[in-house]
């Protein structure tokens, strides 16, 4: 069964620049999240998506934003890129049977120069 | 944003040696969660908690709900050196809604 692919793994932007990440989901999951994961403030949450419909949001700028296609995969992308964006950017996807149990990428490794 | 306090913030020990961790946060969970990661890897779910004082083993791995919905603990016996990465724990205050709190994880070191 294949987990959770997120694309790419590695890239570096420059600020000012915006980035899209890509993330799909385990198959039959319709929830995916998105969370920034940097060694000062480890794993924050970003948003999560639900049949293409976004349920909850954390405390980000709205340089941040998200969305969820008919087949489940999801998409983030970040505008104006800056220092403190870089991070690494994990996706994970549910089936929603299992409270919290929330299935992880590998992660989009950000570096913002 | 708000994170779960997690102590130790790192362990060192030695192979066979017993691990205990704990996190507390100021707001009740209803469900509390304990991650695992792996160097290059996302974080594996490693035991889910749900009911307050519950007491939940999965191998190895002991871990508590505490009962004020507060705070938990998890234990690792007999430590081995697959058991090195970083733990977290996590909390969710409704089923259906994903978001997870995060504690600020233990990173754990096996001495040879």
């Known amino acids: 069964k294949a987990g959770v692919t997120q694309t790419p793994r590695y890239l570096i932007k420059t600020r000012g620049q915006q980035v899209t990440l890509s993330c799909s989901p385990i198959s039959g999951h319709r929830s995916v999240s998105w969370y920034q994961q940097t060694p000062g403030q480890g794993l924050q949450f970003l948003f999560e998506y639900f049949s293409e419909t976004q349920r909850n949001k954390g405390n980000f700028p709205g340089r941040f934003s998200g969305r969820q296609f008919s087949n489940s995969r999801s998409e983030m992308n970040v505008s104006t890129l800056e220092l403190g964006d870089s991070a690494l950017y994990l996706c994970?996807?549910?089936?929603?049977?299992?409270?919290?149990?929330?299935?992880f990428g590998e992660g989009s490794r950000l570096t913002v120069l | 944003g708000q994170q779960l306090n997690q102590s130790p913030q790192s362990m060192f020990i030695q192979e066979g040696e017993d691990v205990s961790m704990n996190c507390t946060s100021s707001?009740?969970?209803?469900?509390w969660l304990w991650y695992k990661q792996d160097p290059g890897e996302g974080p594996v779910l490693l035991i889910a908690?749900?009911?307050?004082?519950e007491l939940t083993s999965n191998g190895r791995l002991t871990a508590q709900f505490g009962i004020t919905r507060k705070d938990s603990f998890l234990n690792i016996s007999a430590s081995i050196p697959s058991d090195v990465g970083i733990y977290f724990c996590?909390?969710?205050?409704?089923?259906?809604?994903?978001?997870?709190?995060f504690g600020t994880g233990t990173r754990l070191t096996i001495i040879p």
């Open positions: 994970a996807s549910s089936k929603g049977q299992v409270p919290g149990e929330l299935f």
């Open positions: 996590a909390g969710q205050l409704n089923f259906g809604n994903e978001k997870l709190t």
């Open positions: 707001s009740i969970f209803n469900t």
């Open positions: 908690l749900y009911k307050a004082g």
